[in-house]
């Protein structure tokens, strides 16, 4: 888990479950910004779920880099997580991560963005084989 402070950083809320609504299960909530800080949109996390285990809270949302506001000018090395809970656990401990918000097209594009402003990305979990699946249908 994460701590209470490191929760207030990222400005987490909580959603009641109510059964006859989309999210039926109590969501944690996650603010998605920009660099700037301004909101581009709410994910919703359902610890321990199988499936539809996050998702936007309105559609329409802006694919992103998260958490952009949370990475220091000057940032050097990056690791890309599998999510933003696994964001949140590795700020915590010190590291600088970010994640990708919903199947984003342009993730390559904006990984390579962030190479060309020097920093070293260290890519974990299942993103690899992301690439070398999607390379492989090409």
């Given at each position: ?29 996650i ?60 700020h ?5 991560a ?13 990984i ?19 690439f ?7």
């Amino acid at each position: 888990g994460i701590s209470q402070a490191t929760g207030k950083r990222f400005g987490l809320g909580f959603l009641k479950g109510q059964p006859d609504h989309t999210f039926r299960d109590p969501r944690i909530l996650i603010p998605v910004r920009d660099a700037a800080g301004v909101l581009l949109g709410v994910r919703c996390y359902r610890p321990g779920a199988k499936s539809r285990k996050i998702m936007p809270l309105c559609w329409g949302m802006k694919t992103s880099l998260f958490p952009l506001d949370q990475i220091p000018k000057g940032t050097k090395v990056l690791i890309l997580a599998e999510g933003e809970r696994d964001c949140m656990v590795l700020h915590e401990n010190g590291f600088v991560a970010i994640t990708y918000t919903q199947n984003d097209e342009e993730l390559e594009k904006r990984i390579a963005m962030l190479v060309d402003r020097g920093a070293l990305v260290i890519l974990i979990d299942n993103i690899k084989a992301m690439f070398v699946k999607k390379k492989a249908q090409e």
